[in-house]
């Protein structure tokens, strides 16, 4: 047998080689005729784009008893909090704060780029506080801090594995800073996670107040006198802010029906703040 047999996926299992390469007689036989197999870069690469999970638990029902899991896991859970290339120690997130988590994002040993974490959630993949209350400067500029390492454009050399993991990744910081940024979709996904969500098309909303949003929906729809769509914005900004600090307010004695009770409101208010800006041309 003179090459190593998993050349075939000697991309999608950098270590493979290391770890198998019958040539440089670092595996037993045992091994290999454990690890051989049908296991394509393509169907690799995929996996970790879709979702970054444990390659080995998603891809062992196709690939029963052709992967070793102990050396699957080492190669691909992004759970395993060792560096796919190295080997090395992880330093995992795991903390709610303290911005970019950078140990996460790259060995310290080899500087290697690492799959996404498992189970993220969009505070924790922007290195934020799980907290209604957000910096949107500070949160915009982690998001550049973190684009500035992660974007696939800087990776456009490097090999397949690694442009995938810098493709999930700075996607799932693209996701996560687009909830974040806004205070309505901040909201409503901080309500999600503390298991109060607002279900699509849910509304026991007060028939008296959806009128009065609608007519105001209909008096912006009806009128192109830019001095009356400023004052109507104006008024509705009043509006809309008072409802953010009751919701602020609610998030903070961790009241969770009542900020999912303003936040129902506080959709309309911002819908009506959207076509304002629309209007003047200014969103
Ligand atoms: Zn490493």
């Excluded at 949160?139 to 973190?146: A, I, P, Q, V, Y």
């Excluded at 996560?176 to 509304?203: D, N, Q």
């Amino acid at each position: 047998m003179a090459a190593c047999l998993l050349k075939s996926c000697r991309l999608a299992l950098p270590r493979a080689q290391g770890f198998l390469c019958h040539e440089r007689g670092l595996s037993s036989s045992s091994i290999i005729s454990s690890t051989v197999c049908s296991f394509s870069r393509r169907q690799a690469i995929k996996a970790v784009l879709s979702n970054s999970a444990c390659i080995y638990q998603k891809t062992k029902k196709l690939q029963r008893g052709m992967m070793s899991s102990r050396i699957m896991g080492r190669l691909y859970c992004s759970s395993s909090g060792v560096c796919w290339n190295c080997s090395a120690e992880l330093s995992r997130s795991a903390t709610s704060s303290g911005g970019p988590r950078v140990g996460a994002l790259f060995c310290a040993s080899c500087n290697m780029i690492q799959p996404l974490e498992d189970g993220l959630n969009s505070f924790q993949i922007m290195g934020k506080e799980e907290k209604f209350d957000m910096d949107v400067q500070d949160l915009t500029n982690s998001f550049r801090d973190l684009q500035r390492l992660l974007h696939p454009d800087k990776f456009s050399n490097k090999s397949e594995i690694e442009q995938s993991y810098s493709a999930a990744q700075s996607s799932a910081v693209n996701r996560a800073y687009k909830v974040l940024l806004k205070p309505l979709s901040r909201g409503l996904y901080l309500l999600e996670l503390r298991g109060f969500s607002i279900e699509e098309g849910e509304s026991n909303i007060d028939p008296v107040f959806l009128m009065e949003v609608m007519e105001i929906n209909e008096q912006i729809a009806d009128t192109d006198d830019l001095d009356t769509i400023r004052r109507m914005g104006k008024d509705n900004s009043v509006i809309l802010n008072a409802h953010l600090d009751e919701l602020q307010a609610a998030f903070n004695k961790a009241d969770y029906s009542g900020a999912r009770e303003t936040l129902m409101r506080l959709k309309y208010y911002a819908n009506i703040d959207d076509k304002v800006k629309e209007k003047l041309g200014t969103d």
